[in-house]
């Protein structure tokens, strides 16, 4: 009986790493949780909202747009205009390390214009930011 007691906690002791139960590293957003983050945002800036936006950004994203979105209230008129009826589809979600993911992105505008982009997301204090945006490329016209 005393075999089996501990062969019963080594098995949990092995099992516990192996689910990352019991792990205090916060792994990235899955898919779905990358999209609900992205479309948060995507919403914000159709709705102008920049202290919303400002909630979602961190790390370089933050230190890049925080003057602009903090002290230029025509910017939001601006991000309306731009963003209006804007889209996004997600074209590739990749896990970069436990805490951060890479999630390409393109941006239909006026369903004329393709922006492709690529998020850096991150957790931060237990919740997912973007920490980083980058464009690769502009397609006029859906032409790719």
Same mark, same amino acid.
């Given at each position: 009986m005393r075999q089996f007691c501990s062969l019963v906690a080594l098995l949990i $002791? @092995? #099992?516990?790493? #192996? =689910? !990352?139960? !019991? %792990? %205090? =590293?916060?792994? $990235?957003?899955? @898919?779905?949780q990358a999209e609900g983050l992205l479309n948060e945002y995507f919403n914000m800036l159709e709705g102008g909202n920049m202290p919303g936006i400002l909630n979602l950004l961190t790390g370089p994203m933050l230190k890049t747009n925080e003057n602009v979105l903090r002290n230029n209230q025509g910017y939001a008129a601006f991000l309306r205009n731009r963003y209006r009826h804007s889209s996004f589809i997600i074209t590739k979600y990749e896990l970069i390390e436990a805490s951060r993911a890479m999630v390409d992105v393109v941006i239909i505008l006026n369903t004329q214009e393709e922006i492709r982009t690529r998020f850096i997301l991150a957790v931060e204090g237990g919740n997912l930011r973007i920490y980083a945006e980058e464009e690769i490329s502009t397609v006029e016209g859906n032409n790719q």
């Open positions: $002791v @092995m #099992i516990l790493p #192996i =689910t !990352g139960e !019991g %792990s %205090s =590293t916060k792994k $990235v957003a899955e @898919m779905h």
